[in-house]
């Protein structure tokens, strides 16, 4: 039995007081413009949102993985972009420095990241390689003290704006899964070259973008880790990246429950409200049933990476259903507001174009029942 603590219900209602005044008023203008509201994600993290999982000495929150869903589903349930670019903030970059750093990188880094100072971004998919990262081409040779970098990636969330990005490449042979290294690059070091910014279906206010290396220099002091073991660190950061994003998908699916919820109580046809026609009721009662199933598999996911539990399969099974379900209740959704969950005067269409994200980043659905298989057949 999953219970909700005081800290998950304080967190809850501090992020809709400050949503309410700093997300829902301007998320249609920044899906349009693509913005990517930088000063927001500065709040943010004077409200200790953008170190949740940071301990409190590296001047983070020092939460649990259960409150880390908290955020990441209340800031979702307002705007899918948000809740995205917190999670990857959190979980990527900051949770890939906070797992294998240094203290010395530690001490560095995790201050100005945890407060919002810094945005951070996290680089591991290229052009030509998607789910196969060990046959990535970015490659980092070692010159004295320095590697160089040289290659490109993309879908990189905050790839153009992040002040500190986290890469990986390639320091040994094509697919060899120790070939691979976890190196810190600053926007500053020369070499690191802004590229396109993806103009996508939805999470519009998420910035998206290509980055490129061109002899990008940086000492050896800038390795997390052991030189090699960088693929092996980001399987491992992944199984808490994937609860991220199944908390994102629970939010944007619990958001359209909500809205669906409200509206099928104000609209009338045939003299009263839609939400007394079985259809629709029927329909409602299947989109919470799905939520609350999703969230009973995120719960025990967080549960047991808070323990410090293997997670492998438990966090796959909840990213492949939370997201999943997110793409079937959005479009439940809409399918409740009828002719009006077309239009972008009510929210339903935007959780609806934000949802499918959820399916494809950080491991697509297939890729979550390769896992989820490999993990039954062990053995």
Aim: aromatic share 8%; proline share 3%; glycine share 12%.
């Amino acid at each position: 039995m999953y219970v909700e603590t005081d800290d998950q219900r304080m967190i809850a209602r501090m992020i809709r007081q400050l949503g309410e005044k700093e997300i829902v008023p301007h998320r249609m203008s920044w899906d349009e413009s693509q913005e990517f509201p930088i000063p927001l994600f500065r709040k943010l993290g004077t409200q200790g949102l953008m170190g949740v999982l940071v301990p409190q000495k590296y001047g983070g929150s020092g939460f649990g993985y259960p409150e880390y869903v908290t955020v990441i589903s209340e800031l979702a349930q307002l705007d899918g972009s948000i809740g995205l670019s917190v999670a990857a903030h959190n979980s990527l970059c900051t949770g890939h420095i906070l797992q294998e750093g240094s203290e010395a990188q530690k001490e560095k880094y995790l201050p100005k990241l945890a407060s919002g100072e810094w945005i951070g971004a996290w680089g591991l998919t290229e052009p030509n390689t998607g789910s196969d990262a060990v046959n990535m081409n970015t490659i980092a040779i070692q010159d004295g003290n320095h590697y160089v970098i040289n290659g490109s990636k993309n879908f990189i969330t905050h790839g153009n704006s992040a002040d500190v990005m986290v890469v990986l490449a390639r320091t040994g042979a094509v697919r060899d899964p120790h070939g691979i290294t976890a190196l810190i690059v600053e926007r500053t070091n020369p070499g690191l070259i802004k590229g396109r910014k993806e103009n996508k279906l939805g999470m519009r206010a998420s910035e998206t973008t290509e980055v490129f290396f061109d002899n990008c220099q940086v000492h050896h002091s800038a390795v997390l880790g052991k030189p090699g073991e960088g693929f092996v660190q980001a399987l491992k950061l992944l199984d808490g990246g994937r609860i991220s994003i199944a908390a994102l998908g629970l939010g944007i699916a619990q958001g359209a429950l909500n809205a669906a919820v409200a509206y099928s109580k104000e609209r009338q046809q045939f003299g009263k409200p839609i939400s007394s026609f079985q259809g629709i009721s029927f329909k409602l009662a299947e989109m919470a049933t799905k939520v609350d199933a999703a969230r009973l598999l995120i719960q025990r996911a967080a549960f047991m990476k808070q323990e410090g539990l293997a997670t492998t399969k438990e966090s796959a099974m909840a990213k492949y259903y939370a997201a999943e379900i997110a793409v079937e209740v959005a479009n439940d959704a809409v399918q409740v507001f009828g002719g009006y969950g077309y239009t972008k005067d009510f929210p339903v269409e935007k959780y609806y174009r934000d949802a499918k994200l959820c399916t494809i980043g950080e491991g697509t659905t297939e890729i979550q029942k390769m896992v989820i298989g490999r993990e039954l057949l062990k053995g």
